[in-house]
């Protein structure tokens, strides 16, 4: 637990090392979302309801994902792959702590600074010109639980897809497929609630929805009792099932890993 | 003035040379972008399968605003986007040998890298503009078509424009690159829609301080006959090209500026 701490503490000072990054990357998010918020606000318009969600619930929707992007990291991460490749994980894969150990931890220290340097400020822009829905104490709680699943579930999602490289000598085509599936199917591009029904069925069986809408909604308090109960498990399940799925990869990896050169 | 578009021409043919060595990869490349720039148009018809119009615009006419932004945007990307990497290049101090070579900065710059695998995102673009064309019936006359050829390098020059004015920030932070990127990608987003959605401030800002509202709106209203829904004066529809020399013009400036304020990091 200790290490697990430290090493979480080292994922939080690598990404507080760049403050400008952070400033910039505030300033783009919030753009996107007065864009997002517009377009989406013109749908409501012509109508009240889209799937459950009404106007304030939308552009709550689009202010949280743009504050959640980094949390929930859905863009390109690659280290693991770029370690594969390099033959640096034979000296991972050495150490006494497992990798993917080692990783979630990292990213469990990373996380909470992009939620509070990358997501707080956002979120302030748009609720300073949005009439937003904000939760009661209690759906705190549980949306940080959520978040949390999320970031552990995403974590499980990119460690899985990373591993691709001790078969590919280059995984960006790997990448590019898992990022645009993952955008699409975890509600970043669009909250999930106005797709189509059938697209939506297959969206909530498949685990990107816990990336991103399940602790959106959980905000929203779209949830209640036991059904809240029922989304977290299911989130809970999803992270078991990848990070199980990320650790056959990994073992079966490591088996026919040859290291290149010195 | 013919030299240095040879010199380009055998600059960027070398590039694409090398990159075409690895015919897998580059293909799966091509396909991968293609592929992802799908997304952005999945959002618009999910939009347009809750509601049928879109302010005034049908989801036939936003493809059309779609498609001439993504080509626009894609070509922009293809000759350019590798400025995204500029950073880089003053943190490491290897633009000192940019200055001391015998040809503009900017040029040079430019003319560093060409990533063929972008071709995928102009695909994307020419296929749904295909789709647009086909459906819109617009009456076409000999203006209409002279629009339709004009606006899409006066869109490219409007975008590089912009990217060329967000790059001069890395003289001053070499890790806010972001900041380009809400104008860049962002731009690109922000034209692909009917810039009448967005709100007045962000509106008035889209069409007069970064003028992307010049690279597709202005000019889609004259090609299909639409009223504008902002009631704003017609001419705004025909000054496109001119908007785009003038931004060119704003871009240079603040470049030449901009290279004049470097300190090398001592490379």
Known sequence: MRLDWEIAKRGWRRYAAYPWATAAGVFTNSIFGFLQAYILLAVFNHRSDVGGYDAADTVTYVWLAQALIMTVYIFGWQELALRIRDGSIATDLSRPLDPQRYWLAFDLGRAPYHLLFRGVLPFIVGALVFQLNYPSPLEVVAFLLSLALAVVVSLGFRFLYNSAAFWLLDIRGVMTVAITVNLFLSGMVMPLSFFPDWLRSVAHALPFAAILQTPVDVWLGKHHGAGLAGVLALQLVWAAVLLGLGRVALRAGARRLVVQGG | ?267
């Open chain 2, 1 to 267: 003035m013919v030299e240095p578009v040879v010199l380009w021409g055998r600059l960027v043919g070398a590039q694409i040379r090398s990159q075409l060595q690895y015919r897998v990869s580059f293909t799966l490349d091509l396909f991968g972008t293609f592929l992802i720039s799908f997304i952005d148009f999945l959002a618009v018809l999910v939009i347009f399968h809750n509601v049928p119009r879109l302010g005034t615009w049908s989801v036939q006419e936003v493809a059309f605003l779609y498609a001439l932004s993504s080509i626009s945007f894609a070509f922009t990307d293809l000759v350019i986007g590798h400025l995204d990497q500029f950073p880089q290049k003053i943190r490491d101090g290897s633009f000192d040998i940019v200055l001391v070579r015998p040809r503009g900065p900017l040029y040079q710059v430019v003319a560093s890298d060409f990533q063929l695998r972008r071709l995928g995102k102009a695909a994307q673009g020419g296929l749904v503009l295909v789709y647009a064309l086909a459906a819109l019936h617009v009456d076409w006359t000999v203006g209409r078509i002279a629009m339709l050829i004009v606006m899409i390098p006066a869109g490219v020059i409007i975008f590089s424009s912009v990217w060329v004015t967000g790059a001069c920030l890395a003289f001053w932070t070499t890790d806010g690159g972001e900041f380009t990127n809400a104008f860049t990608y962002g731009g690109n987003f922000m034209a692909q829609y009917p810039i009448d959605v967005y709100g007045p401030w962000l509106r008035r800002f889209l069409c007069y301080i970064v003028p992307l509202g010049f690279v597709c709106y202005f000019p889609a209203l004259y090609i299909l006959d639409k009223r504008d829904p902002l009631g704003l004066p017609r001419v705004l529809q025909f000054s496109s090209p001119l908007v785009a020399a003038l931004a060119a013009v704003v871009a240079g400036t603040i470049w030449r500026g901009a290279v004049r304020h470097y300190r090398s990091a001592g490379g």
